[in-house]
């Protein structure tokens, strides 16, 4: 259950005939396995937004795995091919609570994540003095971490509603061309 009305909406058909027009994902391949989810959230909005963009991904038939980033580690980053990251920012600047350790000790040092490709959202408040730091600073680790970006950061500024189009555009692509190359799961049972 969202704790946010409007997600409900952005998840579901285009109100008023309006139709989404999903970025260019075409020509990528994408491994199999999970699509990762993983949120750094305080007050829950980042949270939501993980769990609506799961939504999006099994109406494709698109399997995924959410985690918040307090289970978030090295060895899960290094396993997944393929995430999105949605990270808010609190306090002066700061990662949400759930994010420290995660801020702390794994993003100390740049990872070996050169096999991972993402999206990532940032969420802010402009009004706050180092506005959307934290998901700006996890965006610049994962790429010093030799990962790759299937698109520029999304930043949303305030839960504006143009920005989490564009996200709900990219997720959408996503899950159409993840679902177009078959089952991403990985195989549960072994040839006989
Ligand atoms: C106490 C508090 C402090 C905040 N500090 C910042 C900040 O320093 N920089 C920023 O960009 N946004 C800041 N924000 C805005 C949040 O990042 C924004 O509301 C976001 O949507 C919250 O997402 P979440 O519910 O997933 O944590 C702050 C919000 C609160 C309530």
Same mark, same amino acid.
């Given at each position: 259950?969202?704790?946010?009305? *409007?997600?409900?909406?952005?998840?579901?058909?285009? %109100?008023?005939?309006?139709?989404?027009?999903?970025?260019?994902?075409?020509?990528?391949?994408? $491994?199999?396995?999970?699509?990762?989810? $993983?949120?750094?959230?305080?007050?829950?909005? %980042?949270?939501?937004?993980?769990?609506?963009?799961? =939504?999006?991904?099994?109406?494709?038939?698109?399997?995924?795995?959410?985690?918040?980033? =307090?289970?978030?580690?090295? %060895?899960?980053?290094?396993?997944?091919?393929?995430?999105?990251?949605?990270?808010?920012?609190?306090?002066?600047?700061?990662?949400?609570?759930?994010?420290?350790?995660?801020?702390?000790?794994?993003?100390?040092?740049?990872?070996?994540?050169?096999?991972?490709?993402?999206?990532?959202?940032?969420?802010?408040?402009?009004?706050?003095?180092?506005?959307?730091?934290?998901?700006?600073?996890?965006?610049?680790?994962? &790429?010093?971490?030799?990962?790759?970006? *299937?698109?520029?950061?999304?930043?949303?500024?305030?839960?504006?509603? &143009?920005?989490?189009?564009? *996200?709900?555009?990219?997720? &959408?692509?996503?899950?159409?061309?993840? &679902?177009?190359?078959?089952?991403?799961?990985?195989?549960?049972?072994?040839?006989?």
């Amino acid at each position: 259950m969202f704790r946010l009305a *409007w997600l409900r909406e952005l998840i579901g058909e285009p %109100a008023n005939g309006r139709t989404m027009q999903p970025p260019e994902l075409a020509g990528m391949r994408f $491994a199999p396995g999970p699509v990762l989810i $993983a949120y750094a959230s305080q007050t829950g909005v %980042a949270e939501d937004l993980a769990a609506a963009a799961r =939504e999006q991904l099994r109406g494709a038939g698109v399997t995924s795995r959410v985690a918040d980033f =307090e289970a978030l580690d090295r %060895a899960m980053l290094e396993t997944a091919s393929q995430a999105l990251f949605l990270a808010s920012t609190t306090y002066d600047g700061d990662p949400p609570e759930m994010a420290n350790t995660f801020s702390r000790m794994t993003m100390a040092q740049p990872a070996s994540l050169a096999h991972l490709r993402y999206g990532l959202l940032a969420l802010g408040d402009h009004g706050y003095a180092d506005f959307r730091a934290f998901g700006r600073a996890l965006d610049a680790w994962l &790429a010093a971490s030799g990962a790759q970006a *299937w698109f520029p950061r999304i930043e949303v500024d305030d839960e504006d509603a &143009a920005a989490l189009e564009r *996200w709900h555009a990219q997720v &959408a692509a996503l899950a159409a061309t993840v &679902a177009m190359q078959g089952d991403n799961s990985f195989p549960t049972e072994r040839p006989a």
